[in-house]
C-alpha cells in the first residue's frame, strides 16, 4: 500500500467519513464511522479519531478535518469566514488542533449582511470546492438535515441559503401525530406506488396555490378517510416539504441571476434521486456529485496551506 500524505476527515454531528491520501492525491482508503461528535465521550476526540483510522496517529502525517468538529461543541471551535471564500481563504484560517500531532480543522463559511440575514455552513463548503467548478456562475445544491443552496463563481462561494428540510421531514416523520399513521421504516423511490406518492407531494408544493401547512396535516386526514396507505405516507410528507423547498429556491435563484441553470447536486445515492426527482418535475436536469468531493476539497485545501507537497 502507498505511503500515506495525509489524512482527511469530514467530522459531522452524528458520523464520520475518512480519507487516506497517496503523495498525488489519490484516495487509498475510506472509512465511515458512527463516531460523529455528539457520540465521542468526555470530549476525547483524539482517542476517537485513532479508533477510526485503526492505528496510532503518527506524527508527521498531517490530519485535515472539516465539518462539525470545527463547532463549539467540538475539539475545537474554527471560527467562521465570510462569503466570498475560496480555497486560499480557507487555507488561510485553518485552526490548529493542540497537542502532538499535526491537525488542522477547516473553518466554516457565514453569510452576514446588513440587511438581518444570517446562515452558516460546516463541511459542505470543503465538498463545493472539491467540485472545481469553472468560472461561470454555477448552482450547487447539497441535500442534507439541513440542505444548502450555494451560488459559486470563479471558485469562490459567494452566497448560500440554509433548508431545514431534513429536520423538519424527521421531526414530523417521527415526533408529531403524523408519525401514527407512518411504518418504521421508509421506502425508496424505486418502488411504484412510493414514487407516484412523492411525485403526487411534489406537484401540490410546486402549484401556484401550494398551501404547505395545510398540505401537511391532509396527510392525516387521507389516511383516516383510508385514502392513503400508511407506506405511502412518508413519500407523500417528503414530496411536500423537498417541493416547497425547491419551490422558494428558485424563486431565489431568479435573484440570483440563476434562471434555468442546470444544479449541482451532491449527496449520498437516496437523497440524490430525490432531489433529481424533483428538480426534473420542476423543469430543470442535473448534475451530481459525490461525497467524496469533500475529500477532493480537502486535498486543494491541504495542498494551498503547503500541508503536502
Same mark, same amino acid.
Given at each position: 500500500?502507498?505511503?500515506?500524505?495525509?489524512?482527511?476527515?469530514?467530522?459531522?454531528?452524528?458520523?464520520?467519513?475518512?480519507?487516506?491520501?497517496?503523495? /498525488?492525491?489519490?484516495?487509498?482508503?475510506?472509512?465511515?464511522?458512527?463516531?460523529?461528535?455528539?457520540?465521542?465521550? *468526555?470530549?476525547?476526540?483524539? #482517542? $476517537?479519531?485513532?479508533?477510526? #483510522?485503526?492505528?496510532?496517529? #503518527?506524527?508527521?502525517?498531517?490530519?485535515?478535518?472539516?465539518?462539525?468538529?470545527?463547532?463549539?461543541?467540538?475539539?475545537?471551535?474554527?471560527?467562521?469566514?465570510? +462569503?466570498? $471564500?475560496?480555497?486560499?481563504?480557507?487555507?488561510?484560517?485553518?485552526?490548529?488542533?493542540?497537542? /502532538?500531532? /499535526?491537525?488542522?480543522?477547516?473553518?466554516?463559511?457565514?453569510?452576514?449582511?446588513?440587511?438581518?440575514?444570517? *446562515?452558516?455552513?460546516?463541511?459542505?463548503?470543503?465538498?463545493?470546492?472539491?467540485?472545481?467548478?469553472?468560472? $461561470?456562475?454555477?448552482?450547487?445544491?447539497?441535500?442534507?438535515?439541513? +440542505?444548502?443552496?450555494?451560488?459559486?463563481?470563479?471558485?469562490?462561494?459567494?452566497?448560500?441559503?440554509?433548508?431545514?428540510?431534513?429536520?423538519?421531514?424527521?421531526?414530523?416523520?417521527?415526533?408529531?401525530?403524523?408519525?401514527?399513521?407512518?411504518?418504521?421504516?421508509?421506502?425508496?423511490?424505486?418502488?411504484?406506488?412510493?414514487?407516484?406518492?412523492?411525485?403526487?407531494?411534489?406537484?401540490?408544493?410546486?402549484?401556484?396555490?401550494?398551501?404547505?401547512?395545510?398540505?401537511?396535516?391532509?396527510?392525516?386526514?387521507?389516511?383516516?378517510? *383510508?385514502?392513503?396507505?400508511?407506506?405511502?405516507?412518508?413519500?407523500?410528507?417528503?414530496?411536500?416539504?423537498?417541493?416547497?423547498?425547491?419551490?422558494?429556491?428558485?424563486?431565489? +435563484?431568479?435573484?440570483?441571476?440563476?434562471?434555468?441553470? $442546470?444544479?449541482?447536486?451532491?449527496?449520498?445515492?437516496?437523497?440524490?434521486?430525490?432531489?433529481?426527482?424533483?428538480?426534473?418535475?420542476?423543469?430543470?436536469?442535473?448534475?451530481?456529485?459525490?461525497?467524496?468531493?469533500?475529500?477532493?476539497?480537502?486535498?486543494?485545501?491541504?495542498?494551498?496551506?503547503?500541508?503536502?507537497?
Amino acid at each position: 500500500m502507498s505511503r500515506t500524505a495525509l489524512i482527511g476527515v469530514d467530522w459531522g454531528t452524528t458520523s464520520m467519513r475518512l480519507w487516506r491520501f497517496s503523495s /498525488d492525491g489519490g484516495i487509498i482508503a475510506r472509512q465511515r464511522s458512527d463516531l460523529g461528535i455528539l457520540n465521542v465521550a *468526555d470530549g476525547q476526540f483524539g #482517542a $476517537a479519531l485513532a479508533a477510526v #483510522a485503526g492505528e496510532s496517529l #503518527a506524527t508527521d502525517v498531517p490530519i485535515l478535518m472539516s465539518g462539525m468538529i470545527g463547532s463549539r461543541q467540538g475539539w475545537v471551535e474554527a471560527p467562521y469566514v465570510m +462569503c466570498p $471564500a475560496d480555497v486560499a481563504t480557507l487555507a488561510d484560517q485553518l485552526q490548529p488542533v493542540p497537542g /502532538d500531532i /499535526d491537525a488542522w480543522i477547516v473553518p466554516g463559511v457565514a453569510v452576514r449582511e446588513a440587511d438581518g440575514r444570517r *446562515d452558516v455552513m460546516r463541511g459542505e463548503e470543503t465538498q463545493i470546492l472539491g467540485a472545481q467548478l469553472g468560472s $461561470a456562475r454555477q448552482l450547487v445544491v447539497l441535500p442534507g438535515t439541513h +440542505c444548502k443552496w450555494v451560488v459559486v463563481e470563479d471558485g469562490r462561494i459567494l452566497d448560500f441559503v440554509t433548508f431545514m428540510t431534513g429536520e423538519m421531514y424527521q421531526a414530523l416523520r417521527r415526533h408529531t401525530i403524523l408519525a401514527r399513521l407512518m411504518p418504521e421504516a421508509d421506502a425508496g423511490l424505486d418502488d411504484e406506488a412510493v414514487r407516484h406518492s412523492f411525485v403526487a407531494g411534489l406537484s401540490t408544493s410546486l402549484s401556484g396555490e401550494a398551501r404547505l401547512m395545510q398540505s401537511l396535516f391532509s396527510i392525516r386526514a387521507r389516511g383516516l378517510f *383510508d385514502e392513503l396507505p400508511p407506506e405511502l405516507a412518508p413519500a407523500l410528507l417528503s414530496g411536500l416539504l423537498i417541493g416547497a423547498e425547491i419551490g422558494e429556491g428558485l424563486a431565489l +435563484c431568479r435573484r440570483w441571476g440563476l434562471g434555468g441553470i $442546470a444544479p449541482l447536486v451532491i449527496g449520498g445515492d437516496i437523497l440524490l434521486a430525490r432531489y433529481q426527482t424533483a428538480f426534473r418535475h420542476a423543469g430543470l436536469a442535473t448534475t451530481t456529485g459525490n461525497e467524496d468531493l469533500g475529500a477532493s476539497g480537502l486535498w486543494r485545501i491541504a495542498q494551498q496551506r503547503n500541508l503536502v507537497a
